[in-house]
Nanobody, 121 residues
Framework: QVQLVESGGGLVQPGGSLRLSCAASGRVFVIDTMSWYRQAPGKQRDLVATITSDGSTNYSDSVKGRFTISRDNAKNTMYLQMNSLKPEDTAVYSC???????????????WGQGTQVTVSS
């Protein structure tokens, strides 16, 4: 079993900052790609940022220059530093990990439970 625990969401004023975390525990052998997605009410889920196993990163145009994705492989944890937050960043943020539970297992998708981020004055 693999558990993903997200934290760091909350209410922040426009222009403020938040740092999200996603920690994987349990039967984790190796993690490949790690990503953050978000879904606003009434909208589809969108990819926000991705970090590969070698540290390469990609961002959606809407957050480029404001958000920074990072990972700590020793802790099986991913972070999303969000600066200069805007009301349109309001959404439920979910982490996605592609990982193996054993050396011989297939790569599997794992999702966090989601954490609410609300940007409002």
């Amino acid at each position: 079993q693999v558990q993903l625990v997200e934290s760091g969401g909350g209410l922040v004023q426009p222009g403020g900052s938040l740092r999200l975390s996603c920690a994987a525990s349990g039967r984790v052998f190796v993690i490949d790609t790690m990503s953050w997605y978000r879904q606003a009410p009434g909208k589809q889920r969108d990819l926000v940022a991705t970090i590969t196993s070698d540290g390469s990163t990609n961002y959606s145009d809407s957050v480029k220059g404001r958000f920074t994705i990072s990972r700590d492989n020793a802790k099986n944890t991913m972070y999303l530093q969000m600066n200069s937050l805007k009301p349109e960043d309001t959404a439920v943020y979910s982490c996605y990990l592609r990982l193996k539970t054993t050396p011989w297992a297939l790569w599997g998708p794992y999702w966090g439970q989601g954490t609410q981020v609300t940007v409002s004055s």
